[in-house]
């Protein structure tokens, strides 16, 4: 059967091989395992993937992220085989906000410019203006002329935040990230109380309580650079624990403590579909050349607009 493992295989080394032979370059975010992270060829958030992606000579993409990531990269690479080891692997963000709805929102609010968040579908996408991520949103609203009404979707989190940053008025889609949305005030306190000294960084996804007790709040490629520059020793980190790995890789000699959820039972503070990719599916989906982004050609023709926009602009 083509979905079963030999459990002797080294799963590192025949992925390997398998990129070879298909010239194949494997992209990874940082929520992803950490074998995934160690064996791709870049790791990044979404700017730097769709960076990546666009400029990559390889043949076959294989993204190691969540449904919106490799839809992204099909539409920055229409012609290349782009690959993703769990199509289960969406994002209730991106689920937050479906295109008949967002089509809608955009239809009772003639006039406005649709900024949207990269987290969402290609489908939503292609009835945006611009799209924008994390790290370059506040860069991509200052540019936007005074007199103009925004339309933002769909993190209402990340929404509040760059209203407060910008000071433009801005109209919120209502959604948001399960992971973000668990971090429990009350246990971050806690967390400080017992590390004195420790800087809380939280991602701006996260709900406003926590963003306003943070010491830095930036997308994850931010959040990795401000911990190797910073002076403190201890970081209270407040995104999904994924980037960690990163973190101490970069700072071996500093402590990462990862913010906890309200409920002790759960890891919520994991991304659930992001850790449906596994290093077997990675091997697999090398292997069979599936499961495939497939997008309708109109869609990748209207999404692309808003996302070369958003790579002039930032």
């Known amino acids: 059967m083509e979905n079963m493992i030999d459990v002797t295989l080294d799963l590192e080394e025949e992925i390997k091989k398998l990129k070879k032979e298909l010239n194949a370059v494997i992209l990874a975010h940082y929520y992803q395992e950490s074998e995934i992270q160690d064996i791709a060829d870049f790791v990044g958030d979404s700017l730097g993937l769709a960076r990546k992606a666009k400029q990559t000579e390889a043949d076959v993409i294989v993204f190691a992220g969540v449904h919106f990531m ?19 692997a969406g994002c209730s963000l991106a689920e937050s906000c479906p295109a008949p709805q967002f089509k809608k929102f955009r239809e009772e609010h003639p006039g406005h410019v649709a900024i949207t968040y990269i987290n969402c579908t ?47 008025d ?85 402590t990462f403590i990862p913010a906890p959820p309200e409920e002790e039972s759960c890891s919520c503070n994991e991304c659930p579909y992001m850790k449906l990719n596994t290093m077997e599916k990675l091997y697999l989906c090398m292997k069979n050349r599936s499961p495939e982004i497939e997008l309708d050609s109109e869609i990748i023709k209207q999404s692309l607009l808003p996302i070369n926009k958003m790579l002039e602009m930032s």
Request: with cysteine; charged share 30%; aromatic share 4%.
């Open 70 to 88: 490799a839809e992204t990269a099909k539409i920055l690479n229409p012609d290349k085989l782009v690959l993703l080891p769990d199509l289960e």
């Open 122 to 168: 290609a489908d939503v996408k292609a009835l945006s203006d611009i799209i924008c991520t994390s790290s370059n949103a506040e860069k991509i609203i200052n540019q936007i002329p005074a007199d103009k009404p925004i339309l933002f979707s769909p993190d209402k989190n990340l929404g509040k935040y760059l209203i407060k940053k910008t000071g433009r």
């Open 170 to 254: 801005m109209l919120l889609w209502n959604g948001s990230c399960i992971v973000h949305e668990t971090f429990s005030e009350r246990k971050i306190i806690d967390l400080q109380v017992k590390n004195p000294g420790a800087k809380l960084i939280a991602h701006p996804e996260c709900e406003e309580p926590i963003l306003r007790r943070a010491d830095f709040v930036g997308s994850t490629s931010k959040l990795l650079k401000f911990i190797k520059e910073d002076k403190a020793e201890k970081f209270i980190v407040a995104t999904e624990v994924g980037i960690i790995h990163q973190m101490k890789k970069s700072a071996p000699e500093k």
